[in-house]
């Protein structure tokens, strides 16, 4: 089913100040840094290749998939939600 206007992507910026997009050919972020006081930002891509993305997620990256990656604003989320995705996933 697909959302309403984008309203459910849109929540992540609550929650991260960079968003990266990989699909195919398309390699793009979200970027808060990279356009500093310019706003909106979140409505602003900035156009990244392969290697533009972290280390980590660039090795895992597959032709056929789609892949988001945030970077959390708080480190502290990221440990929660870490943990809560490992019950869900490991029980």
Sequence with gaps: KIG???IG???VFNLA????????DYRFRFDQEH?????PWQ????????????????????DG?????LELTDPTLRRQYRDQFRK???G
């Design 9 to 11: 992507f849109k929540s």
């Design 65 to 69: 998939w789609v892949t988001f990656v």
């Design 88 to 90: 869900a996933v490991c």
């Design 43 to 62: 409505f602003m891509p900035v156009w990244s290749e392969t290697e533009d993305f972290p280390t980590e997620i660039s090795t895992m990256l597959e």
């Design 17 to 24: 100040k960079r968003v990266w997009i990989w699909s195919q």
């Design 4 to 6: 309403y206007k984008g």
């Design 35 to 39: 356009w500093q006081d310019r706003l």
